[in-house]
């Protein structure tokens, strides 16, 4: 009987081995990488969600959305940051905060897109407490804009969040009020 075919040689085993453990050793580097990256801006995040009262998960799910956390993030209409700020609504928070000589460029710190951002979203809330549920409103006034939401806010549509979800428009604003809804979720099991 030979039993060089039927079982593999030492050398096989052990780039077996080799390979398995240089797979586990990536895969928990890519886990801190991506702990670390998701994580690097609690504190901000959390500073801008209390000043605008706002749930951190929320903001954060925000984040996570627009930018995968990369504070240099360019949105394909001129957002930018984190949030994927506009320059209309960070001009608009930074007269609120009577932040002097404001620059777009100011967007790019991750601290001052934060709280810009974090206004916006406060205010976009605010606009929407007449319904059962004023964040899918929000979420889509964040993505899509206010014209927009008025022209979907018809029938049950004004105050019935469900059935404003459905009559959302555009698939891609869908697919963010979920993402964001679900994201915000799981943020609140994880307390930023």
């Known amino acids: 009987m030979h039993f060089g075919t039927r079982f593999p040689s030492a050398v096989n085993r052990t ?4 390979l398995l453990v240089l797979l586990v050793v990536d895969l928990g580097v890519l886990l801190v990488w991506r702990f670390r990256r998701e994580h690097r801006f609690d504190d901000l995040i959390r500073t801008a969600a209390r000043q605008y009262g706002l749930p951190p998960a929320l903001v954060k799910a925000v984040v996570w959305q627009e930018s995968r956390f ?13 949030m994927q700020v506009t320059e209309d609504a960070a001009l608009e928070w930074a007269n609120s905060a009577k ?4 620059s777009r460029e100011h967007l790019l710190d991750p601290r001052t897109n934060t709280l810009a951002g974090a206004y916006y979203l406060a205010k976009v809330l605010r606009r929407y407490t007449n319904s059962d549920n004023p964040l899918p409103y929000a979420l889509a006034d964040y993505n899509a804009g206010r014209g927009n939401v008025l022209r979907w806010m018809t029938g049950p549509a004004t105050t019935n969040s469900q059935a404003f979800r459905d009559a959302v428009g555009f698939p891609s604003t869908r697919a963010y009020i979920d993402a964001v809804s679900d994201r915000y979720q799981y943020y609140r099991r994880e307390t930023p």
């Open 70 to 82: 990369d504070p240099d993030a360019r949105g394909s209409v001129g957002e930018l940051g984190l």
């Open 99 to 102: 932040v002097p000589q404001f």
């Open 15 to 18: 780039r077996w081995i080799l």
